[in-house]
């Protein structure tokens, strides 16, 4: 009779790798909200459309969709600091800004974060080609969640 020899599985040593790569999403919730229109002039800026376009592959609808995150998802934006982020490097006299890939259901967007001193933390601002009140049929008020894929 042959002898049967006890295999011992080892740890696989890239199943921690394969996890990290993994995508985790940070969702944030809250409510439309009209702006002020700094985002519009902000993106009509020929040096902010062209990075935008050649970083993230596309023109932008010439104004921001406004979001005032509810408390819960306010405090989650600051784990955005440590997420890897293109960046809209600034002319001189203007703000960098981070930009973040999401979706708002299944619409891709930008989530836009202002590197300003004292910029709003329950404020977030977000960029598509579209105009995405019209695309997803939104008003002041309406609630939604924008969710980011670290």
């Known amino acids: 009779m042959a002898q049967r020899t006890k ?39 020929p040096w902010v459309k062209q990075q935008i376009e050649q970083k993230l592959g596309f023109t932008p609808y010439l104004g921001t969709l406004n979001v005032t995150l509810y408390e819960e998802s306010a405090k989650r934006k600051k784990l955005l600091e440590k997420a890897p982020s293109k960046k809209v490097c600034p002319a001189e006299g203007y703000c960098s800004g981070l930009l973040f890939n ?19 933390k329950a404020l977030l601002e977000v960029i598509s080609p579209l105009y995405l009140r019209d695309a ?10 924008v969710t980011v894929n670290l």
């Open 136 to 145: 997803l049929q939104l008003k002041d008020g309406s609630e939604i969640t």
């Open 102 to 120: 999401a979706f708002i259901d299944a619409l891709e967007c930008v989530i836009v974060v202002p590197e300003v001193e004292g910029y709003p």
């Open 7 to 45: 295999v011992t599985r080892q740890p696989n040593r890239f199943a921690k790798r394969r996890r990290s790569r993994l995508l985790k999403k940070l969702a944030f919730t809250g409510t439309v909200s009209s702006g002020n229109g700094d985002g519009k002039k902000f993106l009509k800026l």
